[in-house]
């Protein structure tokens, strides 16, 4: 369902490689990752296809929320593709599935998200306001602030 179906695109003034790398760095991932009132404190990547993720976040009020998954595509710096899950979730259904490409602009990069398989509409309206929040603890990071 187109509707259950998440888009973002946002610009930043950087490489695509470096965008795409604060992807799969895990240092670098901790750095950015998760909304703004959150802190990725435990980061394990297995970068390759078929690889699999977990990201622990620390957020308020002490709720460590966990994400996982395997990543199905990698074609740096152009593409990242990985499935994705919420420890908290697990029994609600499986996984849903991200796409991230990266394009090369006059600016620097466009990032386009699309992230499918949403269980309803409040799933779906919770992580566009996460990963909207994410995105610009990345834009942060990016421009060194």
Not at 26 to 53: H, I, M, S
């Amino acid at each position: 369902m187109a509707d259950l179906e998440l888009v973002i695109e946002r610009e930043f003034a950087a490489a695509v490689e470096e965008v795409f790398d604060a992807w799969v760095n895990p240092e670098t991932l901790k750095q950015w990752f998760g909304p703004e009132n959150c802190q990725a404190t435990d980061v394990e990547l297995d970068l390759r296809e078929g690889g699999k993720y977990m990201v622990r976040l620390d957020s308020p009020p002490d709720i460590c929320p966990t994400v996982r998954g395997e990543y199905l595509h990698i074609d740096r710096p152009h593409c990242l593709q990985f499935t994705w899950g919420w420890d908290h979730e697990a029994e609600r259904g499986g996984h849903m599935q991200v796409r991230v490409d990266f394009f090369k602009t006059d600016k620097g990069t466009m990032m386009r998200l699309h992230h499918v398989k949403f269980r309803d509409m409040e799933s779906k309206t919770n992580h566009k306001q996460g990963w909207s929040s994410s995105f610009v603890c990345l834009a942060r990071m990016l421009e060194g602030a």
